[in-house]
């Protein structure tokens, strides 16, 4: 009924950039919050930055002041832009949204959909 498709992900050297995007398609009426968490190999999944349909965002105390994240309604879209990268930073990025259906769907209530994920590998 909904999926997020990543993009972005890749190869960069420390202290380069990447901007991750994310696409959200299907039996859409609207979405409350989109996000984006990562995973390393051997650590738990955690949230990178996080923005509202209000537009409040908030990060990861580790990201602050490198990445950005922004949102456009009308492409049912969120962006993340890294810079400053570090080797740290390398992990599955996942997107995740928490979407209310159109009514066709017959589901009330808000439903929470994930990505594939997209790798971010920083080189030393």
């Known amino acids: 009924q909904v999926q997020l498709v990543e993009s972005g992900g890749g190869l960069v050297q420390a202290g380069g950039s990447l901007r991750l995007s994310c696409a959200a398609s299907g039996s859409i009426s609207s979405i409350e919050t989109m996000g984006w968490y990562r995973q390393a190999p051997g650590n738990q999944r955690q949230l990178v930055a996080a923005?509202?349909?209000?537009?409040?965002?908030n990060y990861e105390d580790s990201v602050k002041g490198r990445f950005a994240i922004s949102r456009n309604d009308a492409a049912n879209m969120v962006s993340l832009e890294m810079n400053s990268l570090k080797p740290e930073d390398t992990a599955v990025y996942y997107c995740?949204?928490?979407?209310?259906?159109?009514?066709?769907?017959?589901?009330?209530?808000?439903?929470?959909?994930w990505g594939r994920g997209t790798q971010v590998t920083v080189s030393s």
């Open positions: 995740q949204a928490d979407i209310i259906p159109t009514r066709e769907t017959r589901i009330i209530g808000l439903i929470g959909v």
């Open positions: 923005i509202t349909s209000g537009g409040t965002a």
